[in-house]
């Protein structure tokens, strides 16, 4: 079926150092691709987001960049902080889902001291 | 005040027993989704709903139903719960426009079913 791949489940990073999650989707009618941010506790909050027309989209120390031919996209954390320590998500539009948002499985990232 | 507000927030319950988990929210999108999550990673879709008049099952919505009483709100049930449905359960919101749709989610109910 139509899915969302994600990789790895778990990132563990110096502070200062950089961290970079993957995903690769089915859909090469997908369009649009979100990355959520989910702190202890809380919902999964959006941090960023990419759409198919555009190869790369920076905002402060995040980034994602998109390769629609290869069918894969990543995040891109720079500098990272303790308060980066989360789990990510990835997800995209999945037109043969209805249009539905599909999620990857996660990355759970530890920013060490 | 939270858009995005689920009761209750933590429920424990004992197998065979029904119980509701509420969704509401003040953002005023069409589209409302229940999603659980297991200890660990991953978010999977149960149901979701486009508008008041559509109720659609999502891929795992086995044991489970949903009701939209009104555009802000849509509950959850589980007619008879068993202890593999101990899940964080999140609802989410979501409004599709021309960048794309983001969803916003809600501060989770944690259950546990004994």
């Known amino acids: ?113 | 005040d939270a858009d995005v507000t689920q009761t209750p927030r933590n429920r424990i319950t004992k197998t065979g027993k029904r119980i509701m988990l509420e969704c509401s929210q003040t953002k005023g999108h069409d589209r409302m989704y229940w999603y659980r999550q297991d200890p660990g990673l991953g978010l999977r879709l149960i149901y979701y709903s486009f508008d008041v008049k559509d109720i659609n099952k999502g891929e795992i919505s086995d044991g489970y139903s949903v009701s939209r009483q009104a555009q802000a709100k849509f509950s959850l049930s589980l007619e008879s719960a068993i202890p593999n449905q101990t899940a964080l359960y999140f609802c989410a919101t979501s409004d599709l426009g021309p960048a794309g749709e983001t969803q916003y989610f809600g501060p989770g109910t944690r259950l546990l079913v004994l």
């Open chain 1, 1 to 113: 079926g139509e899915n969302v791949e994600q990789h790895p489940s778990t990132l563990s990073v110096q502070e200062g150092d950089s961290a970079v999650i993957k995903c690769t989707y089915s859909d090469s009618a997908s369009n649009y691709f979100p990355w959520y941010k989910q702190e202890l506790g809380k919902g999964p909050q959006l941090i960023i987001d990419i759409r198919s027309n555009v190869g790369e989209k920076k905002d402060q120390r995040i980034a994602v960049t998109l390769n629609k031919t290869a069918k894969h996209f990543s995040l891109h954390i720079t500098e990272t902080q303790p308060e980066d320590s989360a789990v990510y998500f990835c997800a995209a539009v999945i037109k043969a889902a209805g249009n539905k948002l599909t999620f990857g499985g996660g990355t759970r990232v530890l920013v060490k001291p």
